[in-house]
């Protein structure tokens, strides 16, 4: 509602989040098995306007006032299983621009 949202950029931040109705749930990495709660998964995260990933993420909660929402994972396009973003458990392919987990040689 209009009397929550304030002009101040980071009031509309923060009633955006509170407006999408993102409630957390877990993503946890097939590979390493590292388990973060997450608010949001999908390319358009309607709480960051504008930003538009080419594959689909799994982003982590703001853990104070002054940080960004974290994309921390995304899905392997062969297995279908989720993937975090360290280097020893997902790949990004230089031949086809897609996400793979390394239990996927590309």
Do not use: W
């Amino acid at each position: 509602s209009s009397d929550v949202c304030s002009s101040d950029l980071f009031i509309l931040h923060i009633c955006a989040l509170h407006m999408s109705s993102t409630r957390p749930f877990f993503f946890q990495c097939s590979v390493c098995t590292m388990s973060l709660p997450v608010i949001y998964q999908g390319r358009a995260p309607p709480f960051l306007p504008g930003v538009q990933y080419k594959e689909d993420v799994f982003i982590m909660e703001e853990q104070s006032n002054d940080s960004i929402p974290v994309a921390v994972g995304g899905i392997c396009s062969e297995c279908g299983k989720p993937c975090c973003l360290q280097p020893s458990c997902s790949v990004i392919s230089s031949e086809d621009g897609k996400r793979y987990c390394t239990k996927h040689k590309h």
